[in-house]
C-alpha cells in the first residue's frame, strides 16, 4: 500500500459508531460503536503507554509503499504522491485507543453529544485547542474542514460522508453535525477523525492541488526539512498544546521521526545494517530468513523481533480487474487461483513462514466458516436467485497442493474453466476468444521483489494456453495505473479494523468500482454486495454484525475476484538497540512510533560497541 493510501485508509477505516448505544444522549468523553469505552471520564493515559517515558533522540524509519517516492504534502487529495507521516502534522476532535476494536476519545473535541435518535453529534471543542501559528481551532475551522474534505477531498476520505448533510458552528466552541438516511451507525465516529484543517491556511492555499509548501496544523510534530523522493524529517513541537491531554500523555516521544526513501527493498536492508536507518519492517520473508545473519544481530546490537498483530490480517493477493471483458467471467478468475502454487511458494520461497489467506477478514472471527448459520441465511436467501449456489455451502477456499511443484491436476482443471469460458486453443497453442483475440494477462507491479513469487505464478499461466507477462514499472507510473484502474492484475493489500462499516463501500461498494482512486482494484460491482455492505452498518450488536461480514466474506469468496495471497499474524521488525518500549505493546497496533522512546543510556553502550 502506498504511503499516501495508508494514510487515506487509516483514516478511512476507523470509521464507525452505533445509534443504539446513544439512546440516552448525553455529552460523553468518547464514542465507541457498541457504546462500550474501557476508559472512564477521568483516564490519566492509555494502558499501552509510558505515561513518564523521556522526550528526546530521533528515529529514522522508511518510506515504505507502492510509489517508494513523494512529491506533495497534501495527503488528503488524490493528485499526487504524498510523503509519508503527514497525519503527525494533524489533530482530530477525537483520537483511537488502540486497545479497544473501536473506541475513540476527546482530543479537540472534549465532549461528544450524540442525539437519541443518531440523526446529529454535537461535540464540544477544547478553547485551548491552538494551531501551530498559535491562531485557536474553532468550530469555523471544523466545518471547514468537513466541507473541504467532503466536497474536495480524496474518494477514501468523501465517500463515506455521503450521508453526513451539514456541520454547523452554533459558537465557536460547539460544532453540530447532521445526518440522513437509516445508516447512521458510523456517521458520528467517521466525523469525529476527521483532520482538522485551518480555514484562515486554506483561503490562501488551494487545498485541490498538490502542493510542497508545508501545511499548518495543530498536530505533535512539524516539518523540519524535506527532500522530495528522498527523506522527510518531523520534529516535536515543544509548544504543542495537547502534549499533556490523557490521551497523549506518554506517546511523541520522539524529538525527530525521519522516512528516507529508497526504491529497492534490498537497498533498505543494506541501509539499515550500516546503521543508516534505525528501524524497519520487514516484508520479504527471504530477507528475513536469511538476510539478517550479521554480527550485530548476533550480539545483539541490532534487534530483530516479532511483535504480534491481533487485527484481521486483511486481504492481499493478486487483485483481478473485473472492469475488463476479459475477467468478466468468473470461471476465468477462479482458473487463475487454481493456477497459483502457494505451497509451492511457502516451501520454496518463503521459507515456510506464511498461512494461505481464504477470507477477506483472515484472522478474525468476521471469517466466514463451515456451512451458513440460519441468521446468515436469513441475510443470503432474498438474493437467492442472484448467487451462485457455492455461496450456500462451505465457504470457497483456494486449492492446496503438496508443495513439489506438480500441480498438474490443478492445471488441467483451469484449462478446462477456460475453454468452457469460451477460450478456444489456436495454432499457437494460445487460448483465444470468439473474435480471435488471445488471452494476455499482464501482472503488474513496482518492486522487483515480487519477481521471484510472480515469474513461476506466469509461466504455469503460459502453459495451460494463457499469455502471461510480469511488468515491473517506476513506482510513480504505478501510482497513477492503480489509481485510473490501468491494469490486468495488480497486488495490494488492504485491512479492515475490527468493526467494519461506511469504509467497506470504498472497498467493494459498487459506486467506488467507477471511482478513481478508490480501493475498489477488482471493479467489484454487485448490488448484493451493497445491500450486504448496508447490513453490516446497520448492525445493532457484535452478533448481527459478525453475522453481516460472514455473509458478505461468502458472496466475494465466491465471486474469485482475487488470488489471495498469505499472512501472518505478526509485525517482523528489526531496530538498533537504542529505544525503549512500554512493557504493554497497544493491542491493535504495532505501536512504535507512537509510544516507544530513544533511551540514552543504551544509545551510548551501543556507540561504545559494548
Not at 510542497?212 to 526539512?225: A, C, E, N, V, W
Not at 520461497?349 to 481464504?358: A, C, E, S
Request: charged share 25%; with cysteine; proline share 7%.
Amino acid at each position: 500500500m502506498t504511503p499516501r493510501l495508508f494514510l487515506l485508509a487509516a483514516v478511512a477505516a476507523l470509521l464507525s459508531c452505533v445509534a443504539t448505544a446513544y439512546a440516552v444522549a448525553e455529552p460523553r468523553h468518547g464514542l465507541s460503536v457498541f457504546g462500550e469505552l474501557k476508559y472512564p471520564a477521568d483516564f490519566q493515559h492509555f494502558d499501552y503507554v509510558n505515561p513518564d517515558a523521556p522526550k528526546g533522540g530521533r528515529m529514522i524509519t522508511l518510506g515504505t509503499g507502492g510509489a517508494n517516492t513523494f512529491d506533495n504534502l497534501n495527503g488528503f487529495i488524490l493528485k499526487g504522491d504524498a510523503a509519508q507521516g503527514l497525519d503527525l502534522l494533524f489533530d482530530s476532535l477525537m483520537v483511537r485507543a488502540q486497545d479497544e476494536p473501536d473506541a475513540v476519545y476527546g482530543l479537540i473535541a472534549k465532549s461528544a453529544d450524540v442525539a437519541a435518535d443518531g440523526m446529529s453529534v454535537t461535540f464540544k471543542l477544547r478553547p485551548e485547542a491552538k494551531f501551530a501559528d498559535g491562531t485557536p481551532v474553532t468550530a469555523d475551522d471544523v466545518v471547514f474542514s468537513f466541507k473541504t474534505l467532503k466536497e474536495k477531498g480524496h474518494p477514501a476520505i468523501a465517500q463515506p460522508l455521503h450521508d453526513v448533510v451539514s456541520a454547523e458552528a452554533l459558537d465557536p466552541q460547539t460544532v453540530r453535525y447532521t445526518f440522513k438516511g437509516t445508516l447512521t451507525r458510523d456517521l458520528p465516529i467517521a466525523v469525529a477523525q476527521l483532520p482538522v484543517l485551518s480555514k484562515a491556511y486554506y483561503s490562501k492555499q488551494p487545498f485541490e492541488e498538490t502542493s510542497l509548501k508545508p501545511p499548518l496544523g495543530s498536530g505533535p510534530y512539524r516539518i523540519k526539512d524535506f527532500k522530495p523522493g528522498t527523506y522527510i524529517t518531523y520534529t516535536r513541537r515543544n509548544d504543542y498544546w495537547a502534549k499533556d491531554l490523557p490521551v497523549n500523555r506518554g506517546r511523541y516521544n520522539f524529538d525527530e521521526i525521519r522516512y528516507d526513501y529508497f526504491r529497492d527493498r534490498n537497498i533498505e536492508l543494506e541501509a539499515l545494517k550500516s546503521g543508516q536507518v534505525d528501524f524497519r519492517e520487514e516484508f520479504s520473508s527471504v530477507n528475513w530468513a536469511t538476510g539478517y545473519d550479521i554480527p550485530a544481530v548476533k550480539d545483539g546490537r541490532l534487534i530483530k523481533a516479532l511483535l504480534p498483530d491481533n487485527r484481521p490480517s486483511g486481504a492481499q493477493g493478486f487483485f483481478i480487474n473485473t472492469r475488463l471483458d476479459k475477467f468478466k467471467d468468473p470461471r476465468v478468475r477462479l482458473a487463475l487461483d487454481l493456477v497459483f502454487d502457494f505451497e509451492w511458494s511457502n516451501k520454496k520461497l518463503f521459507y515456510g513462514l506464511y498461512k494461505r489467506t481464504t477470507s477477506y477478514f483472515e484472522n478474525s472471527d468476521m471469517k466466514a466458516t463451515g456451512l451458513p448459520t440460519p441468521e446468515e441465511l436469513a441475510l443470503l436467501n432474498p438474493y437467492k436467485d442472484k448467487l451462485p449456489s457455492e455461496v450456500f455451502g462451505e465457504p470457497y477456499t483456494p486449492p492446496v497442493t503438496d508443495g513439489s511443484g506438480n500441480n498438474r491436476d490443478n492445471l488441467k482443471k483451469a484449462r478446462d474453466l477456460l475453454i468452457a469460458a469460451g477460450w478456444k486453443p489456436g495454432a499457437d497453442h494460445v487460448l483465444h476468444n470468439a473474435k480471435g483475440e488471445p488471452l494476455t494477462i499482464e501482472f503488474l507491479n513496482f518492486e522487483s521483489a515480487f519477481e521471484r513469487i510472480t515469474v513461476p505464478y506466469t509461466d504455469n499461466l503460459r502453459r495451460i494456453g494463457v499469455n502471461a507477462s510480469w511488468r515491473l514499472v517506476d513506482p510513480s507510473q504505478y501510482e497513477q495505473r492503480v489509481k485510473s484502474f490501468d491494469f490486468d492484475v495488480t497486488t495490494q493489500r488492504y485491512a479492515l479494523r475490527l468493526t467494519p462499516g461506511v469504509e467497506m463501500r470504498s472497498y467493494w461498494g459498487s459506486d467506488a468500482a467507477k471511482t478513481n482512486g478508490s480501493f475498489n482494484l477488482a471493479g467489484i460491482a454487485d448490488p448484493v454486495v451493497d445491500a450486504l455492505i448496508d447490513k453490516v452498518i446497520a448492525a445493532k450488536s457484535r452478533t448481527e454484525l459478525t453475522t453481516a461480514t460472514h455473509a458478505i466474506d461468502r458472496v466475494l469468496r465466491a465471486g474469485h475476484y482475487w488470488v489471495p495471497h498469505w499472512y501472518k499474524a505478526s509485525y517482523s521488525v528489526a531496530y538498533w538497540n537504542k529505544y525503549s518500549h512500554p512493557k504493554v505493546q497497544p493491542k491493535y497496533d504495532e505501536g512504535v512510533l507512537d509510544t516507544w522512546w530513544f533511551d540514552p543510556k543504551k544509545a551510548a553502550a551501543l556507540s561504545s560497541g559494548k
